[in-house]
């Protein structure tokens, strides 16, 4: 069974910073893709950052230079480190997952992740 949990959300000012971690059971973070989204109210879910079995990790524009999607092996756990926050970051933040057996695009799609945690939320205030 698969299940994954995200932890370290609160609040926060305007330039300060979070680090959110993903922790895994029934998955194994090595052999799969793990992402994260956020979804603020009345919008869309959207994708913030990729990591590949192999390491390799990509992060959507808005985000670039201020987040940092990284993990431990050891631990089973993925982190996002957001720093410099802003007040367009508040949303409740989602971990996600997907088997790594198969070759993958790795667009940051909803529809391309069977695995999510429950969420944690995320607030900036200006």
């Known amino acids: 069974q698969v299940q994954l949990v995200e932890s370290g959300g609160g609040s926060v000012q305007a330039g300060g910073s979070l680090k959110l971690s993903c922790a895994a059971s029934g998955f194994t973070h090595t052999r799969n893709y793990v992402a994260w989204f956020r979804q603020a109210p009345g919008k869309e879910r959207e994708g913030v950052a990729i990591?590949?079995?192999?390491?390799?990790?990509y992060h959507t524009d808005s985000v670039k230079g201020r987040f940092t999607i990284a993990q431990d092996y050891a631990k089973n756990t993925v982190y996002l480190q957001m720093n410099n926050m802003i007040p367009e970051d508040t949303a409740m933040y989602y971990c996600?997952?997907?088997?790594?057996?198969?070759?993958?695009?790795?667009?940051?799609?909803?529809?391309?992740?069977?695995?999510w945690g429950q969420g944690t939320q995320v607030t900036v205030s200006s």
């Open positions: 996600a997952g997907r088997d790594g057996r198969a070759a993958f695009s790795g667009a940051l799609e909803v529809k391309n992740f069977p695995y």
């Open positions: 990591i590949w079995p192999g390491g390799v990790t």
